[in-house]
């Protein structure tokens, strides 16, 4: 069965320092990656995804992931976090047949001023 | 191990039948649930929230007739696709809050609805 970990379940960065938060996976076959971020009092949204092509990804608010398929991960990543980066940040992998759809158990991330 | 079950995780429906998806908070009390669905190679699309004893809140554009919502107990909230068309065809998930309405959220493993 496929799972999605996220070994990190709280991250707290100083603000304009480097962030990486870890996500790997695990699947025989290819899949699909994504990012979703969830800021306080807000629902889900998409940070960026993994489809084909390059992998390193770039999405919204300055983060970027790089898909590692050796090493089954998708890390997330900023050069430099702000106060508002402060949010829950989920990992999720579909398998490209579309069948099933899995999420990490998220990582919180803390900005400290 | 998993803390909200989806059931079924896959379901193949003629067109013009019901189907119902179940969502359940296995070790803890979700007064709040929400409902997603996601088109192919998109981003997940919120299309309610469920809210236990009380109606559901509906998203702009997701007809509540259609998309039946119910909450009756405090680890079961379950959405009905009514007179399903091929249309219909997506993958849903269901979430709830750990504690609260405002919290980090599990994830059920989803639903691959196939309407023929």
């Known amino acids: 069965a496929q799972s999605v970990t996220q070994l990190d379940s709280q991250v707290p960065v100083f603000e304009e320092a480097p962030v990486e938060l870890r996500c790997n996976y695990s699947s025989s076959v290819s899949v699909y990656l994504f990012w979703y971020v969830q800021y306080p009092n807000q629902g889900l949204q998409l940070l960026l995804k993994y489809l084909s092509g390059s992998t390193l990804v770039k999405g919204i608010n300055g983060f970027e992931a790089e898909f590692n398929k050796s090493q089954t991960s998708f890390h997330l990543r900023k050069p430099s976090v702000h106060i508002s980066d402060t949010a829950e940040y989920f990992c999720a992998v579909s398998e490209n047949t579309g069948n099933q759809f899995y999420f990490g158990t998220g990582t919180s991330l803390t900005v400290i001023p | 191990g998993a803390v909200v079950s989806q059931h079924p995780s896959w379901v193949i429906c003629k067109s013009g039948t019901s189907v119902k998806i179940e969502c359940r908070s296995l070790?803890?009390?979700?007064?709040?649930m929400f409902w997603y669905r996601q088109f192919p190679k998109q981003s997940l699309m919120l299309m309610a929230t469920s809210n236990e004893g009380s109606k559901a809140t509906y998203e702009q554009g997701v007809e509540k007739d259609k998309f039946l919502i119910n909450h009756a107990s405090l680890t079961l909230s379950t959405l009905t696709v009514t007179s399903a068309h091929p249309e219909d065809s997506s993958f849903y998930i269901c979430?709830?809050?750990?504690?609260?309405?405002?919290?980090?959220?599990?994830f059920g493993n989803g639903t691959r609805l196939t309407v023929t």
């Open positions: 070790d803890f009390q979700a007064t709040t």
């Open positions: 979430s709830a809050p750990r504690q609260g309405w405002n919290s980090p959220l599990h």
